[in-house]
Protein backbone atom coordinates (compact mmCIF):
# COMPACT_ATOMS: atom_id res chain seq x y z
CA UNK A 1 0.00 0.00 0.00
CA UNK A 2 3.13 2.29 0.55
CA UNK A 3 4.19 1.90 -2.92
CA UNK A 4 0.39 2.36 -4.31
CA UNK A 5 0.18 6.07 -2.06
CA UNK A 6 3.58 6.82 -3.44
CA UNK A 7 2.43 6.28 -7.13
CA UNK A 8 -0.52 8.30 -7.02
CA UNK A 9 1.41 11.24 -4.97
CA UNK A 10 3.84 11.07 -8.09
CA UNK A 11 0.89 11.26 -10.52
CA UNK A 12 -0.86 14.24 -8.74
CA UNK A 13 2.52 16.24 -9.88
CA UNK A 14 1.45 15.72 -13.36
CA UNK A 15 -2.21 16.03 -13.03
CA UNK A 16 -4.37 17.01 -16.10
CA UNK A 17 -8.18 17.15 -16.19
CA UNK A 18 -7.93 15.72 -19.47
CA UNK A 19 -7.34 11.43 -19.56
CA UNK A 20 -3.65 11.35 -20.65
CA UNK A 21 -2.04 7.98 -20.20
CA UNK A 22 -0.65 9.35 -16.36
CA UNK A 23 -4.11 10.04 -15.61
CA UNK A 24 -5.76 6.58 -17.23
CA UNK A 25 -2.84 4.66 -14.90
CA UNK A 26 -4.04 7.26 -11.88
CA UNK A 27 -7.49 5.92 -12.14
CA UNK A 28 -6.13 2.17 -11.76
CA UNK A 29 -4.64 2.26 -9.01
CA UNK A 30 -7.32 4.90 -7.32
CA UNK A 31 -9.86 2.64 -8.18
CA UNK A 32 -8.67 -0.78 -8.72
CA UNK A 33 -5.22 -1.32 -6.73
CA UNK A 34 -6.24 0.99 -3.38
CA UNK A 35 -9.71 -0.21 -3.58
CA UNK A 36 -8.56 -3.64 -3.27
CA UNK A 37 -6.46 -3.40 -0.73
CA UNK A 38 -9.24 -1.59 1.26
CA UNK A 39 -11.35 -4.66 0.44
CA UNK A 40 -8.51 -6.94 1.98
CA UNK A 41 -9.29 -5.37 5.96
CA UNK A 42 -13.40 -5.72 5.02
CA UNK A 43 -13.59 -7.65 7.84
CA UNK A 44 -11.38 -5.92 10.61
CA UNK A 45 -13.14 -2.84 9.69
CA UNK A 46 -16.60 -3.94 10.30
CA UNK A 47 -15.21 -5.03 13.78
CA UNK A 48 -13.39 -1.82 14.25
CA UNK A 49 -16.90 0.18 13.26
CA UNK A 50 -18.86 -1.96 14.66
CA UNK A 51 -21.09 -3.18 11.53
CA UNK A 52 -21.85 -6.13 9.40
CA UNK A 53 -19.01 -7.24 7.12
CA UNK A 54 -21.75 -6.79 4.91
CA UNK A 55 -22.29 -3.51 5.30
CA UNK A 56 -18.63 -2.14 4.52
CA UNK A 57 -18.36 -0.53 1.74
CA UNK A 58 -14.79 0.39 -0.22
CA UNK A 59 -14.92 3.02 -3.44
CA UNK A 60 -11.99 4.96 -5.39
CA UNK A 61 -12.77 7.89 -7.34
CA UNK A 62 -10.70 9.91 -9.71
CA UNK A 63 -13.63 12.05 -11.54
CA UNK A 64 -15.92 11.30 -13.92
CA UNK A 65 -15.52 12.50 -17.11
CA UNK A 66 -12.69 14.77 -16.40
CA UNK A 67 -10.19 14.02 -14.21
CA UNK A 68 -10.16 15.58 -10.43
CA UNK A 69 -7.43 17.13 -9.04
CA UNK A 70 -7.72 15.86 -5.52
CA UNK A 71 -8.32 11.57 -6.19
CA UNK A 72 -9.49 9.84 -3.00
CA UNK A 73 -9.95 6.38 -1.92
CA UNK A 74 -12.91 5.85 1.02
CA UNK A 75 -14.06 3.23 3.37
CA UNK A 76 -17.70 4.06 4.71
CA UNK A 77 -21.14 1.99 5.92
CA UNK A 78 -23.15 1.43 2.55
CA UNK A 79 -26.80 1.55 4.48
CA UNK A 80 -25.33 5.11 5.71
CA UNK A 81 -23.22 6.96 3.23
CA UNK A 82 -23.78 5.22 -0.27
CA UNK A 83 -22.55 8.12 -1.78
CA UNK A 84 -19.61 10.35 -0.92
CA UNK A 85 -21.87 13.26 -0.91
CA UNK A 86 -23.53 11.78 2.55
CA UNK A 87 -22.45 10.83 6.20
CA UNK A 88 -19.32 10.03 7.18
CA UNK A 89 -16.60 7.97 6.28
CA UNK A 90 -12.92 7.58 6.43
CA UNK A 91 -11.00 8.58 2.96
CA UNK A 92 -7.90 8.99 1.78
CA UNK A 93 -7.39 12.25 0.24
CA UNK A 94 -4.17 13.53 -2.05
CA UNK A 95 -2.95 16.65 -2.55
CA UNK A 96 -3.21 18.59 -5.59
CA UNK A 97 0.76 19.38 -5.25
CA UNK A 98 1.45 15.47 -4.73
CA UNK A 99 3.50 16.09 -1.50
CA UNK A 100 1.26 14.32 1.17
CA UNK A 101 -1.67 12.61 1.69
CA UNK A 102 -4.35 12.47 4.37
CA UNK A 103 -6.34 9.50 6.31
CA UNK A 104 -9.02 11.67 7.29
CA UNK A 105 -12.38 11.15 9.38
CA UNK A 106 -14.53 13.49 6.90
CA UNK A 107 -18.19 13.88 5.99
CA UNK A 108 -19.97 14.70 3.06
CA UNK A 109 -19.25 18.20 1.78
CA UNK A 110 -21.87 18.48 -0.75
CA UNK A 111 -25.47 18.40 -0.42
CA UNK A 112 -28.55 17.71 -2.35
CA UNK A 113 -30.87 20.88 -2.63
CA UNK A 114 -33.76 20.91 -4.82
CA UNK A 115 -32.32 18.14 -6.86
CA UNK A 116 -28.99 19.63 -7.46
CA UNK A 117 -25.31 19.04 -5.99
CA UNK A 118 -24.37 22.02 -3.82
CA UNK A 119 -21.37 22.79 -1.75
CA UNK A 120 -22.38 22.50 1.89
CA UNK A 121 -21.96 25.92 4.33
CA UNK A 122 -18.53 25.84 5.97
CA UNK A 123 -20.87 27.03 8.95
CA UNK A 124 -22.66 23.87 8.61
CA UNK A 125 -19.54 21.80 8.25
CA UNK A 126 -18.39 23.00 11.06
CA UNK A 127 -21.57 22.25 13.58
CA UNK A 128 -21.38 19.21 12.32
CA UNK A 129 -17.82 18.67 13.59
CA UNK A 130 -18.30 20.64 16.74
CA UNK A 131 -21.05 17.75 16.97
CA UNK A 132 -18.88 14.70 16.10
CA UNK A 133 -15.40 15.65 17.85
CA UNK A 134 -16.80 14.93 21.26
CA UNK A 135 -18.39 11.84 20.50
CA UNK A 136 -14.58 10.43 19.64
CA UNK A 137 -12.66 12.36 22.07
CA UNK A 138 -11.29 9.61 24.30
CA UNK A 139 -10.05 7.04 21.11
CA UNK A 140 -8.86 10.42 19.39
CA UNK A 141 -6.54 10.42 22.61
CA UNK A 142 -4.66 7.82 21.94
CA UNK A 143 -3.21 9.54 19.41
CA UNK A 144 -1.86 13.23 19.61
CA UNK A 145 -0.52 13.05 15.91
CA UNK A 146 -4.00 13.65 14.53
CA UNK A 147 -4.77 16.54 13.38
CA UNK A 148 -8.25 18.92 12.93
CA UNK A 149 -7.21 20.67 9.74
CA UNK A 150 -5.65 19.97 6.64
CA UNK A 151 -3.86 21.31 3.38
CA UNK A 152 -4.85 20.07 -0.08
CA UNK A 153 -2.94 22.84 -2.02
CA UNK A 154 -5.87 22.39 -4.71
CA UNK A 155 -6.59 25.46 -7.20
CA UNK A 156 -10.08 23.76 -8.42
CA UNK A 157 -12.85 24.48 -5.89
CA UNK A 158 -14.04 20.97 -5.22
CA UNK A 159 -10.42 19.74 -4.19
CA UNK A 160 -10.57 22.72 -1.90
CA UNK A 161 -13.80 21.78 -0.68
CA UNK A 162 -12.57 18.97 0.82
CA UNK A 163 -10.85 20.23 3.86
CA UNK A 164 -13.58 22.41 5.91
CA UNK A 165 -15.11 18.49 6.39
CA UNK A 166 -12.20 16.96 8.18
CA UNK A 167 -12.79 16.23 11.53
CA UNK A 168 -9.44 14.70 12.35
CA UNK A 169 -6.65 13.07 10.10
CA UNK A 170 -3.56 11.43 10.35
CA UNK A 171 -1.15 13.16 7.47
CA UNK A 172 1.82 11.33 5.12
CA UNK A 173 4.81 13.32 3.49
CA UNK A 174 5.38 11.78 0.11
CA UNK A 175 9.19 11.44 1.28
CA UNK A 176 7.59 9.62 4.51
CA UNK A 177 5.18 7.06 4.14
CA UNK A 178 5.04 4.35 6.46
CA UNK A 179 5.23 0.68 5.37
CA UNK A 180 1.90 -0.99 4.45
CA UNK A 181 1.75 -2.74 8.52
CA UNK A 182 1.62 0.86 9.77
CA UNK A 183 -0.63 2.16 7.10
CA UNK A 184 -3.02 -1.03 8.01
CA UNK A 185 -2.57 -0.20 11.60
CA UNK A 186 -4.01 2.96 11.01
CA UNK A 187 -6.78 2.43 9.21
CA UNK A 188 -8.20 0.10 11.73
CA UNK A 189 -7.80 3.06 14.24
CA UNK A 190 -9.51 5.46 12.17
CA UNK A 191 -12.37 2.93 11.96
CA UNK A 192 -12.52 3.00 15.49
CA UNK A 193 -13.69 6.56 15.50
CA UNK A 194 -16.25 6.35 12.94
CA UNK A 195 -18.06 3.42 14.48
CA UNK A 196 -19.20 5.69 17.56
CA UNK A 197 -20.34 8.33 15.11
CA UNK A 198 -22.20 5.97 13.00
CA UNK A 199 -23.91 4.99 16.48
CA UNK A 200 -24.56 8.22 17.79
CA UNK A 201 -26.10 9.90 14.28
CA UNK A 202 -28.45 6.94 14.70
CA UNK A 203 -29.81 7.65 18.13
CA UNK A 204 -29.99 11.41 16.80
CA UNK A 205 -33.06 13.49 16.13
CA UNK A 206 -31.07 16.01 14.61
CA UNK A 207 -27.21 16.58 13.71
CA UNK A 208 -26.46 19.91 14.13
CA UNK A 209 -25.33 21.46 10.42
CA UNK A 210 -27.61 19.14 9.00
CA UNK A 211 -30.64 20.23 6.69
CA UNK A 212 -33.57 19.86 8.64
CA UNK A 213 -35.74 16.31 8.02
CA UNK A 214 -38.95 18.42 6.24
CA UNK A 215 -36.27 20.49 3.86
CA UNK A 216 -34.82 17.29 3.19
CA UNK A 217 -38.39 15.61 2.72
CA UNK A 218 -39.27 18.59 0.11
CA UNK A 219 -36.29 18.47 -1.71
CA UNK A 220 -36.58 14.97 -2.40
CA UNK A 221 -39.99 14.94 -3.05
CA UNK A 222 -39.97 17.93 -5.65
CA UNK A 223 -36.87 16.03 -7.65
CA UNK A 224 -39.06 12.66 -7.45
CA UNK A 225 -41.78 14.65 -8.58
CA UNK A 226 -39.46 15.96 -11.35
CA UNK A 227 -38.34 13.00 -12.53
CA UNK A 228 -34.41 14.08 -11.41
CA UNK A 229 -31.98 11.12 -12.11
CA UNK A 230 -30.58 12.39 -8.77
CA UNK A 231 -33.62 11.66 -6.75
CA UNK A 232 -33.64 8.78 -4.20
CA UNK A 233 -34.28 6.78 -1.09
CA UNK A 234 -32.25 6.60 2.06
CA UNK A 235 -29.17 8.92 2.11
CA UNK A 236 -28.28 10.95 5.37
CA UNK A 237 -30.45 11.00 7.94
CA UNK A 238 -33.87 9.32 8.99
CA UNK A 239 -36.67 10.65 7.38
CA UNK A 240 -40.18 11.17 9.24
CA UNK A 241 -42.76 8.59 9.76
CA UNK A 242 -46.26 9.74 9.37
CA UNK A 243 -46.74 9.29 13.08
CA UNK A 244 -43.77 11.05 13.62
CA UNK A 245 -44.88 13.83 11.78
CA UNK A 246 -48.04 14.01 13.93
CA UNK A 247 -46.42 13.96 17.06
CA UNK A 248 -44.41 16.63 16.31
CA UNK A 249 -47.38 18.95 14.79
CA UNK A 250 -49.64 18.48 17.54
CA UNK A 251 -46.40 19.31 20.59
CA UNK A 252 -45.53 21.96 18.39
CA UNK A 253 -49.53 23.17 18.51
CA UNK A 254 -50.18 22.50 22.31
CA UNK A 255 -46.72 24.40 23.01
CA UNK A 256 -48.05 27.63 20.97
CA UNK A 257 -51.64 27.17 22.48
CA UNK A 258 -50.24 27.17 25.93
CA UNK A 259 -47.74 30.28 25.10
CA UNK A 260 -50.24 32.26 24.06
CA UNK A 261 -53.00 31.19 26.07
CA UNK A 262 -50.50 32.72 28.98
CA UNK A 263 -50.52 36.18 27.21
CA UNK A 264 -54.44 36.22 27.77
CA UNK A 265 -55.34 35.18 23.75
CA UNK A 266 -58.22 33.08 23.31
CA UNK A 267 -57.03 30.41 21.17
CA UNK A 268 -58.54 27.90 18.47
CA UNK A 269 -57.19 25.23 16.85
CA UNK A 270 -58.30 25.81 12.99
CA UNK A 271 -55.85 23.71 11.05
CA UNK A 272 -57.72 21.46 9.61
CA UNK A 273 -60.14 23.71 7.99
CA UNK A 274 -57.91 26.93 7.15
CA UNK A 275 -54.94 27.80 5.96
CA UNK A 276 -52.96 28.30 8.81
CA UNK A 277 -53.39 26.56 12.62
CA UNK A 278 -54.05 29.16 15.34
CA UNK A 279 -56.80 31.95 15.60
CA UNK A 280 -56.27 34.04 17.92
CA UNK A 281 -58.74 36.44 19.81
CA UNK A 282 -58.20 38.80 22.96
CA UNK A 283 -60.69 41.87 22.56
CA UNK A 284 -60.73 43.28 19.45
CA UNK A 285 -57.36 41.82 18.63
CA UNK A 286 -57.63 38.99 15.92
CA UNK A 287 -54.15 36.81 15.47
CA UNK A 288 -53.69 34.49 12.63
CA UNK A 289 -50.72 32.14 13.20
CA UNK A 290 -48.73 29.61 11.68
CA UNK A 291 -47.22 27.10 13.61
CA UNK A 292 -43.97 25.05 12.46
CA UNK A 293 -42.41 22.09 14.50
CA UNK A 294 -39.06 20.78 13.61
CA UNK A 295 -36.53 18.56 15.55
CA UNK A 296 -33.68 20.59 13.75
CA UNK A 297 -32.56 24.16 15.64
CA UNK A 298 -35.17 25.83 13.48
CA UNK A 299 -32.97 28.15 11.14
CA UNK A 300 -35.33 26.37 7.95
CA UNK A 301 -38.58 25.72 7.85
CA UNK A 302 -41.02 24.39 4.93
CA UNK A 303 -43.55 26.72 3.94
CA UNK A 304 -46.22 25.72 1.17
CA UNK A 305 -47.34 28.70 -1.23
CA UNK A 306 -50.77 29.08 0.10
CA UNK A 307 -49.04 29.32 3.26
CA UNK A 308 -46.96 32.80 2.21
CA UNK A 309 -49.98 34.22 0.16
CA UNK A 310 -52.16 34.07 3.19
CA UNK A 311 -49.88 35.23 5.45
CA UNK A 312 -49.18 38.46 3.64
CA UNK A 313 -52.52 38.71 3.05
CA UNK A 314 -53.33 38.48 7.36
CA UNK A 315 -50.27 40.97 7.97
CA UNK A 316 -49.68 42.19 10.66
CA UNK A 317 -52.51 40.46 12.16
CA UNK A 318 -50.31 37.35 12.31
CA UNK A 319 -47.50 36.00 13.92
CA UNK A 320 -44.82 32.37 13.10
CA UNK A 321 -44.51 30.21 15.75
CA UNK A 322 -41.10 28.01 15.67
CA UNK A 323 -40.81 25.27 17.89
CA UNK A 324 -37.36 23.78 17.08
CA UNK A 325 -35.23 21.30 18.70
CA UNK A 326 -38.01 18.62 19.72
CA UNK A 327 -37.19 15.23 20.85
CA UNK A 328 -39.02 12.15 19.57
CA UNK A 329 -38.98 8.98 21.79
CA UNK A 330 -39.10 6.46 19.02
CA UNK A 331 -38.53 3.59 22.26
CA UNK A 332 -42.54 4.12 22.80
CA UNK A 333 -45.46 3.34 20.68
CA UNK A 334 -46.88 5.26 19.54
CA UNK A 335 -43.74 8.12 19.52
CA UNK A 336 -44.00 10.65 21.67
CA UNK A 337 -42.32 14.34 21.49
CA UNK A 338 -41.19 16.37 23.84
CA UNK A 339 -38.96 19.16 24.44
CA UNK A 340 -38.43 22.11 22.38
CA UNK A 341 -37.91 25.78 22.27
CA UNK A 342 -40.38 28.17 21.21
CA UNK A 343 -39.50 31.21 18.94
CA UNK A 344 -42.45 33.39 18.52
CA UNK A 345 -42.87 36.23 15.39
CA UNK A 346 -45.45 38.95 15.20
CA UNK A 347 -46.29 40.86 12.88
CA UNK A 348 -44.86 38.14 10.99
CA UNK A 349 -43.53 40.14 7.52
CA UNK A 350 -42.26 37.80 4.79
CA UNK A 351 -39.26 39.03 2.92
CA UNK A 352 -38.86 37.65 -0.65
CA UNK A 353 -35.19 37.41 0.14
CA UNK A 354 -35.78 34.74 2.93
CA UNK A 355 -37.57 32.32 0.61
CA UNK A 356 -36.41 29.73 -1.62
CA UNK A 357 -37.87 28.40 -4.27
CA UNK A 358 -37.86 23.97 -4.35
CA UNK A 359 -40.16 23.13 -7.43
CA UNK A 360 -42.22 25.08 -9.49
CA UNK A 361 -45.13 24.05 -11.51
CA UNK A 362 -44.64 24.80 -15.13
CA UNK A 363 -47.63 25.13 -17.60
CA UNK A 364 -46.18 23.80 -21.04
CA UNK A 365 -49.32 24.66 -23.22
CA UNK A 366 -50.07 21.61 -24.56
Not at 190 to 202: E, I, Q, S
Not at 214 to 243: H, I, M, P, Y
Amino acid sequence: MDELLSEVLDLQKVWQAKNTEPMKRRGVVIRTEIRAWLAEHAKALAAAMDIPLDDVGVEGKDGAGQRAEVAWARVYSKSRTPSATEGWYIVYLFSGDGERVYLSLNQGTTEWIAGELKPREPAALKKRIDWARPLIGQVAGERPDLLTEIRLNARTKLGKGYEPGNVVAIEYQRDAIPNSDVLSEDLIFMARLLGPLYKAADNATYVPGDLPVEVREATQSAATAANRRSARKGGQGFLLTAAERSAIEEHSVLLATEHFEAQGWAVKDVGASKPYDLHLARGDEKLHVEVKGTTSDGSQVILTRAEVEWQRKFAPDNALVVVHSIELDRTVEPVIATGGVLHCTSPWIIEEETLTVISYTHRTGL
